[in-house]
């Protein structure tokens, strides 16, 4: 069930990013077709954080300490790019239109995501 509630936190946040971002865009049909992307984005995105993400860290993690972490922030805009081509390839109508819409799109899903997560608990404290 919390996998659901994570995804579904995901999805909306990427909702709310196609809203504020300019240059990420997702488009449907339909109000169906616009949800179903926006979860399997969402999906696409906390695949490609789960895998990817420890990797860079264990292996870029001397970038990190001498930029003092800000190097996540082109990480995280890396990963963002890599979910808009993922997404292009399965011929999902999700877009990113290059690096800076990627770095502002991740710090806005972070950000939200966490806003989300704080009033929304998905049984993880519970343990």
Same mark, same amino acid.
């Given at each position: 069930?919390?996998?659901?509630?994570?995804?579904?936190?995901?999805?909306? /946040? @990427?909702? =709310?990013?196609? #809203?504020?971002?300019?240059?990420? %865009?997702?488009?449907? *049909?339909?109000?169906?077709?616009?949800?179903?992307?926006?979860l399997v984005v969402a999906l696409i995105f906390g695949a490609v954080n789960a895998v990817l993400k420890p990797v860079i860290k264990v292996v870029g993690c001397v970038f990190y300490l001498l930029t003092l972490g800000l190097f /996540? @922030?082109? =990480?995280?805009? #890396?990963?963002?790019?890599?979910? %808009?081509?993922?997404? *292009?390839?399965?011929?999902?109508?999700?877009?990113?239109?290059?690096?800076?819409?990627?770095?502002?799109?991740?710090?806005?899903?972070?950000?939200?995501?966490?806003?989300?997560?704080?009033?929304?608990?998905?049984?993880?404290?519970?343990?």
């Amino acid at each position: 069930m919390g996998f659901l509630i994570r995804l579904v936190i995901t999805a909306i /946040a @990427l909702w =709310v990013t196609t #809203l504020i971002v300019p240059g990420v %865009d997702v488009s449907g *049909r339909n109000g169906a077709n616009t949800v179903f992307t926006l979860l399997v984005v969402a999906l696409i995105f906390g695949a490609v954080n789960a895998v990817l993400k420890p990797v860079i860290k264990v292996v870029g993690c001397v970038f990190y300490l001498l930029t003092l972490g800000l190097f /996540a @922030l082109v =990480v995280n805009a #890396l990963l963002f790019l890599l979910t %808009d081509r993922i997404a *292009r390839a399965v011929d999902l109508s999700f877009r990113v239109d290059g690096f800076w819409p990627a770095f502002w799109g991740a710090i806005v899903m972070a950000v939200v995501t966490w806003l989300i997560s704080v009033a929304v608990p998905d049984g993880r404290e519970a343990r």
